[in-house]
């Protein structure tokens, strides 16, 4: 059996109600990462958010986008994040942060942000543009492999040089005080 273009009684298309659906997991995942005190549970949502736009990437017709967003986002930077917190949190943390004595300023800095975007979106027509590409990624694959292979593996020794001292300075030695 196969679906309908369109959902029955409400008319709209399968893709765009899914879209809409990550688009609201994305935003409010996006708001529990400013608005929540706890640390752990911020990183937590912040991966939430970040699968969630990996998501609006593959309906965006963007999948190997959205493989380096799950790749990179999600199992590496949202990872190493959470563990830096973990291994670095201290108990004597101040009741006040800095990020909550500015939610004022970044709230009129957010409306400002929402209506020039708005505005740029209803300026546009959209009629003609709104055509979904799909990558092509064995195009991607041959010239990352092919052509920029010695920058490509310049950048993962980088990267491993970076976790590596990032755990350096993170361990404890017995007798530290602790």
């Avoid at 040089?161 to 300075?169: C, D, H, S, T």
Wanted: with cysteine.
């Amino acid at each position: 059996m196969t679906l309908p273009d369109t959902i029955p009684f409400v008319g709209i298309r399968w893709d765009d109600l899914l879209f809409l659906l990550l688009a609201g997991v994305l935003l409010g995942a996006a708001i529990l990462v400013v608005t929540m005190r706890d640390i752990i549970r911020c990183g937590l949502a912040m991966i939430v958010s970040f699968a969630a736009l990996a998501g609006i990437y593959v309906l965006a017709g963007a999948p190997l986008v959205a493989a380096a967003q799950v790749l990179v986002y999600i199992g590496a930077i949202s990872v190493l994040v959470l563990f830096a917190i973990m291994l670095t949190q201290t108990k004597d943390a101040p009741t006040r942060l800095v990020f909550q004595t500015q939610a004022v300023p970044a709230a009129i800095a957010a409306v400002i942000l929402a209506v020039i975007v708005a505005l740029a979106a209803s300026g546009t027509d959209w009629g003609a543009t709104a055509v979904r590409l799909w990558t092509n990624t064995d195009q991607v694959a041959t010239a990352l492999f092919g052509a920029f292979v010695l920058p490509f593996e310049i950048v993962s020794v980088l990267l491993l040089a970076a976790v590596i001292g990032g755990v350096f300075l993170a361990k404890h030695e017995p007798g530290d005080g602790e």
